[in-house]
């Protein structure tokens, strides 16, 4: 989720969604994301709302999970009160930090939480992230038991130098071992990985890729690295420690990265995220493949989801809200009955259909032309390289390859933000 939080209207403190202006559809899916905000080091390019300190009852390791409950709880109070049908969630996300610091009774408990006051759908896909270092057999064992389905690795190198740079603290080593392991308990694996950091070479970047590969994962995404303001690296940055990573260098990392990854038989479904296909689904729709992130393709979707923990974010309808960062007040609010929400904002239908068109085209997919978007800024990114023109003909902005790497510039231009 991201860490940013705008400016807007103040939260009420007991949440209350008003009806008229969520103008909720019953039939979005729902989405969960558990925000677990601890980490044993913070990595230097990292801009999350992460904390290495514990302050204390519902905002340490051992209590966290009775906030998130309590949270879950008046979420539940909350859409029952605002007249909405309960929707069992398809999908929950638990992100951080890490949120394999917490024990497995913890993770249970909260999931417990979500099953009995909001529910869990038949084919609720739970995923976890891990630190490699942070788990083993016998713990990905246990968060099975629990019923997650799928752990996401944070691999992002191969390359000692390159995870020193980073200020990640396994080994490349230690990935194959846990990927493993988790595919022995019967869980679905998914690997993170990071190209652009300031350093790395085209050649370290391909054999991280080709490594991850060899492990076979269900799934693997591939994120290039932004220096955010106020972390560690960007002060590297500034003081002239590390170099800037370079755009041109980025795209064909992307590039090489793509081709690896398609010769490997696997197939992007969203900008960065490419999943494997199995032997039956030659002809799938590549959003459709069994191991795509349904989680993932949620926020690409414009599905509706809860954020739980601070600096969570939610979007419910026509409603968008964060809450506060802190853990303790975060602890604090809910220990004294009172949403934890921050701010938030009613989105109008402008920014909606902005965001629905920015979201959407990243996908394999792709965004439905409107009656918004007229012929003459289609045919320009056309003649660009930048969108499919079989596609076009259909009423669909698929991207090119090319339009991959400038997806940004897409947005503006089918928005008329171009100038």
């Known amino acids: 989720m991201s860490p940013h939080q705008p400016d807007g209207i103040t939260w009420p403190t007991d949440g209350r969604i008003d009806p008229a202006c969520a103008e909720v559809e019953q039939s979005r899916p729902l989405s969960v994301y558990v925000h677990v905000p601890f980490c044993r080091v913070r990595c230097g390019y990292c801009d999350f709302n992460t904390y290495t300190a514990q302050f204390g009852q519902g905002a340490d390791l051992t209590s966290y999970h009775e906030s998130v409950v309590s949270e879950v709880r008046m979420a539940a109070s909350i859409l029952n009160d605002a007249g909405f049908a309960r929707r069992p969630a398809r999908t929950v996300f638990f992100g951080g930090g890490t949120p394999t610091l917490l024990d497995t ?91 652009g950091t300031p350093g790395e070479t085209v050649d370290q970047w391909r054999l991280s890729v080709e490594a991850a590969i060899g492990m ?28 800037l990573p370079d755009p041109d260098d980025e795209a064909t990392k992307y590039e090489l990265a793509d081709e690896l990854l398609g010769a490997a038989g696997y197939r992007w479904y969203e900008i960065s995220n490419f999943a494997r296909v ?54 604090g609010r809910l220990a004294g009955g009172m949403s934890p929400g921050a701010a938030g904002e009613i989105l109008g239908s402008t920014e909606r259909e902005l965001e629905r068109v920015m979201l959407s085209v990243r ?40 339009g991959r790497l400038l997806a940004d510039l897409v947005t503006r231009t089918l928005m008329g933000y171009d100038g």
């Open 105 to 195: 009774r913890s993770i249970a408990a909260i999931l417990h939480g979500i099953r009995s006051h909001i529910g869990l759908a038949d084919d609720c896909e739970i995923t976890v992230e891990a630190n490699p270092e942070t788990v083993d057999a016998q713990r990905l064992k246990a968060l099975k038991d629990t019923g997650v389905t799928r752990v996401s690795f944070g691999m992002q190198s191969a390359v000692p130098s390159v995870l020193r740079t980073l200020d990640r603290t396994h080994t490349p080593e230690r990935v194959p071992v846990v990927v493993a392991a988790a595919r022995e308990v019967g869980l679905d694996t998914s690997l993170d990985l990071i190209y």
């Open 216 to 243: 076979r994962p269900d799934h693997i995404s591939a994120y290039a690295l932004v220096i955010e303001e106020g972390t560690k690296m960007a002060a590297q940055v500034a003081r002239g420690d590390l170099p």
């Open 278 to 331: 199995e032997g039956d689904e030659d002809e799938c729709a590549s959003t459709s493949l069994r191991h795509a992130s349904c989680h993932n393709l949620a926020y690409w979707r414009d599905w509706d989801w809860w954020g739980f923990g601070p600096g969570a974010h939610s979007h419910i309808g026509r409603l968008r809200w964060w809450n506060v960062k802190h853990p303790r007040a975060y602890a």
């Open 363 to 402: 996908t394999a997919d792709g965004a439905t032309l409107s009656e918004h978007q007229r012929p003459d800024r289609v045919a320009r990114l056309i003649a660009d390289g930048l969108v499919d023109p079989v596609s076009a003909l259909r009423g669909q902005i698929v991207l090119t390859l090319r």
